[in-house]
T-cell receptor
Framework: DAKTTQPNSMESNEEEPVHLPCNHS???????IHWYRQLPSQGPEYVIH???SNVNNRMASLAIAEDRKSSTLILHRATLRDAAVYYC?????????????FGKGITLSVRP | GAGVSQSPRYKVAKRGQDVALRCDPI?????LFWYQQALGQGPEFLTY????????KSGLPSDRFFAERPEGSVSTLKIQRTQQEDSAVYLC??????????????FGPGTRLTVL
């Protein structure tokens, strides 16, 4: 799987938008971009995924650069509960049943 | 509905002891994964089951690590002669089997193993 690069940490204020960046310059044309997050003392949970177009769901939005070499996870209004480690992961199309390859992720802190 | 459950949630072992960690996946989930997460790191893949078949065990760090899923549901990860470097959180994840497209993995809360 191609590698992703994320900043180590980011801080945000409660109820403000948060933009979490991810670089994946070696992404292949068929790799999906996934985001999982891990709340303290819990297992990771799925957030969102996309291929080329921007995606929205109830948790977040995913903005994908036109060249697909970077993407941004957007939390529209951060809450204290959003404080977590966020992982950006690439996965090939044939990887529906394959392992997830996590990096270190980005630690998001939310100030009240 | 019930999610993935793991037991025990915490385990303290003396160096050299054998331990067994249990995972109950979501009912009907064919795929089951084990991951190891060291402090401050992201989870790392250990092994993968499709039903009762262990299709990938490339991530198991040594022959002291053994996993099984004999009836295609509950899985056990066994570590023999534990060492201090085995101290970590062990995560189990399950998913449906899909031939293509997206397939979300559902994670349990993990078992925190501390080897003294």
């Amino acid at each position: 799987d191609a590698k992703t690069t994320q900043p180590n940490s980011m801080e945000s204020n409660e109820e403000e938008p948060v933009h979490l960046p991810c670089n994946h310059s070696t992404i292949s044309g068929t790799d999906y971009i996934h985001w999982y997050r891990q709340l303290p003392s819990q297992g990771p949970e799925y957030v969102i995924h996309g291929l080329t177009s921007n995606v929205n769901n109830r948790m977040a939005s995913l903005a994908i650069a036109e060249d697909r070499k970077s993407s941004t996870l957007i939390l529209h209004r951060a809450t204290l509960r959003d404080a977590a480690v966020y992982y950006c992961i690439l996965r090939g199309p044939g990887g529906a049943n394959s392992k997830l390859t996590f990096g270190k992720g980005i630690t998001l802190s939310v100030r009240p | 509905g019930a999610g993935v459950s793991q037991s025990p949630r915490y385990k303290v072992a003396k160096r050299g002891q054998d331990v067994a960690l249990r995972c109950d996946p979501i009912s009907g989930h064919v795929s089951l994964f084990w991951y190891q997460q060291a402090l401050g790191q992201g989870p790392e893949f250990l092994t993968y089951f499709q039903n009762e078949a262990q299709l990938d065990k490339s991530g198991l760090p040594s022959d002291r690590f053994f996993a099984e899923r004999p009836e295609g549901s509950v899985s056990t990860l066994k570590i023999q002669r534990t060492q201090q470097e085995d101290s970590a959180v062990y995560l189990c994840a399950s998913s449906l089997y899909r031939t293509s497209g997206y397939n979300e993995q559902f994670f349990g809360p993990g078992t925190r193993l501390t080897v003294l």
